[in-house]
């Protein structure tokens, strides 16, 4: 019933941000910063990397982004969304939005700010923002999660 809950919430915002999109770029894989590179890159290492047993990473459909992810376009920061599900739900688990560097996550972070619809704030893991939707979804992905930033 959580889920259910949360993901008409989150879908509402989803469709609610749709159009806020500024561009279709998703973020290119610019290092600019140091560190570890983001954007599209990240994303995709992310991705091939992420093992939890019963979720999968995948980038999300246009319009199943996060909030925080249509925002930071709007805003101006390019990102690419990554999102972790589990079994068959349509609204994520985890949220990730990888940009170009760790300099403009934070930069995203700070401006927009650490609210979120899930139980747990957004925070920043290098050139990523990362939220999970409830406790124990965190419990369950967070060292994948960790080990593959």
Same mark, same amino acid.
């Given at each position: 019933?959580?889920?259910?809950?949360?993901?008409?919430?989150?879908?509402?915002?989803?469709?609610?941000?749709?159009?806020?999109?500024?561009?279709?770029?998703?973020?290119?894989?610019?290092?600019?910063?140091?560190?570890?590179?983001?954007?599209?890159?990240?994303?995709?290492?992310?991705?091939?990397?992420?093992?939890?047993?019963?979720?999968?990473?995948?980038?999300?459909?246009?319009?199943?982004?996060?909030?925080?992810?249509?925002?930071?376009?709007?805003?101006?920061?390019?990102?690419?969304?990554?999102?972790?599900?589990? *079994?068959?739900?349509?609204? $994520?688990?985890? !949220?990730?939005?990888?940009?170009?560097?760790? &300099? /403009? #996550?934070?930069?995203?972070?700070?401006?927009?700010?650490?609210?979120?619809?899930?139980?747990?704030?957004?925070?920043?893991? *290098?050139?990523?923002?990362? $939220?999970?939707? !409830?406790?124990?979804?965190?419990?369950?992905? &967070? /060292? #994948?999660?960790?080990?593959?930033?």
């Amino acid at each position: 019933m959580r889920h259910a809950t949360t993901a008409t919430a989150l879908a509402c915002l989803a469709l609610a941000g749709a159009g806020c999109g500024s561009s279709d770029d998703d973020g290119g894989g610019g290092n600019g910063g140091g560190g570890k590179p983001g954007g599209d890159q990240a994303a995709q290492a992310f991705i091939t990397c992420f093992k939890a047993p019963g979720y999968t990473a995948g980038k999300p459909a246009a319009g199943q982004e996060s909030l925080f992810a249509l925002e930071a376009k709007r805003k101006g920061f390019p990102n690419t969304p990554v999102n972790v599900t589990e *079994g068959k739900e349509i609204t $994520a688990a985890v !949220f990730l939005v990888f940009f170009e560097n760790e &300099e /403009k #996550a934070k930069q995203a972070l700070d401006e927009i700010g650490r609210t979120t619809v899930g139980d747990i704030p957004p925070q920043q893991r *290098g050139p990523a923002v990362v $939220a999970y939707a !409830f406790a124990d979804d965190k419990s369950k992905t &967070e /060292k #994948a999660v960790s080990g593959c930033l």
